[in-house]
């Protein structure tokens, strides 16, 4: 049995990786057709970066908001960027992508290199503090995540055209907050990968069925064994895809 405190911790930081997994399951298996893999982690990092310069300059870093809105206007700036390289340089896309991820990964460092705390707000980002969510701060992204997901029902060919960017651009912002670069590369690739042999509704629910069963798993292991949660969730969402790749691939 669970004590109320430990069910305290778990159930926003599962309802956070429910919230991050409602768009990248639907937006992973787009990333995959389109043959930019790469594109969350490059945006994960430029909003990273966009956090960084929230947190490192003074004067903006006491400005309401900022802490979301700096992050988001640099990933819809990355956003447009690789919009604009994939229409003249579509065949060295993924390439230009992989640069622009690492440019912004050492610019973030450059940014912490004087900062005292500096290394612990990098780990911070990339590995993210998802045992830590509160319900406070799941309100902004739930009402962003239901915005992004009502427009792609009411136009689904949003995903397949230019609109695909901005839109992957603002919930790649949020996602990052909440759970840090390498649970959003693993949220939307790794479920996206253990379906990418399905078609239809079949694959959207088992990628659903993919990412809810590697984050619970991934927060029950990290809590009851004192584990990084975010190391501990991308190793058991790695697992349950290729479980959930072999099953499917037999049926």
């Known amino acids: 049995m669970m004590d109320t405190t430990l069910l305290s911790i778990l159930l926003p930081a599962m309802a956070a990786g429910l919230l991050v997994l409602a768009s990248h ?5 787009q990333v995959l057709a389109r043959g930019i893999i790469f594109i969350d982690l490059a945006l994960a990092q430029i909003a990273a970066l966009g956090a960084v310069l929230a947190h490192t300059q003074h004067d903006l870093a006491h400005l309401p908001g900022m802490e979301w809105l700096l992050p988001a206007l640099f990933a819809l700036a990355g956003a447009a960027l690789i ?22 990964a050492v ?12 290394g612990e707000l990098l780990k911070q ?19 962003v995540t239901a915005v992004v997901l009502a427009l792609l029902v009411w136009r689904p060919a949003m995903l397949r055209g230019r ?39 079949s694959a959207l629910w088992w990628g659903y069925a993919t990412g809810i069963v590697g984050y619970g798993a991934g927060l029950w ?14 190793c058991t969402l790695a697992v349950t895809a290729v479980v959930v790749r072999i099953f499917t691939g037999r049926h």
């Open 125 to 143: 980002l990339l590995s993210g503090q998802i045992l830590w969510t509160d319900w406070d701060a799941l309100v902004l992204p739930a009402l």
């Open 163 to 201: 609109a695909f960017y901005p839109l992957f651009a603002v919930v790649i912002t949020f996602s990052v907050q909440l759970v840090g670069v390498y649970l959003v590369f693993s949220s939307l690739i790794l479920p996206a990968l253990a379906v990418n042999r399905l078609r239809g509704r």
């Open 221 to 234: 292991l990290s809590a009851g064994w004192d584990l990084p949660s975010g190391a501990t969730i991308v």
């Open 83 to 104: 919009a604009v390289l994939e229409r003249h340089y579509k065949s060295e896309l993924e390439a230009l992508i992989g640069c622009l991820y690492v440019l912004s």
């Open 25 to 29: 399951v639907v937006m992973g298996r």
């Open 107 to 118: 610019a973030a460092m450059l940014l912490l290199a004087q900062d005292p705390h500096g």
